[in-house]
């Protein structure tokens, strides 16, 4: 039974850890897609812009992570393969969708993504990010 517990705990560690290095680089991806520096952009300078972006990527990749991990109906080894290619793949087609907005965009979509004053803009490209995590998500069952 105890062995039972520490073995549910290990399993779910390392999908822990999966998801928390797919968040990691979901917050390269966002800060390679905009100017400056995400990290001063948030924790220092408080930008809200940045911050939903930000967060809708993290939301995303939560998302496709929780999903992959509920398909992988307890196979360990499958499932971590699963949600580590599924979470990359979000990623990708995120960074995708930022491109496409950023052809209809006028001006660079991500200098105006981390402007000061709030920019509906950030809206709409959450939006993006959310819609194609749960597109991933549904196509994993």
Do not use: C
């Amino acid at each position: 039974m105890v062995s039972d517990v520490f073995g549910e705990v290990g399993i779910a560690a390392t999908y822990g850890l999966v998801g928390l290095v797919l968040m990691a680089l979901g917050f390269a991806l966002v800060d390679i897609l905009t100017p400056g520096n995400l990290r001063e952009q948030i924790w220092v300078q408080r930008n809200r812009n940045a911050a939903v972006l930000l967060a809708s990527n993290l939301i995303g990749v939560g998302i496709i992570v929780a999903t992959a991990i509920a398909a992988s109906q307890g196979n360990w080894g499958e499932g971590l393969l699963s949600t580590a290619a599924y979470g990359i793949l979000g990623l990708v087609l995120m960074g995708i969708s930022f491109i496409v907005l950023d052809l209809f965009t006028p001006g660079k979509l991500g200098e105006i993504l981390v402007e000061e004053q709030a920019h509906p803009a950030v809206n709409v490209t959450a939006a993006s990010h959310i819609a194609v995590s749960a597109i991933v998500a549904v196509a994993i069952f």
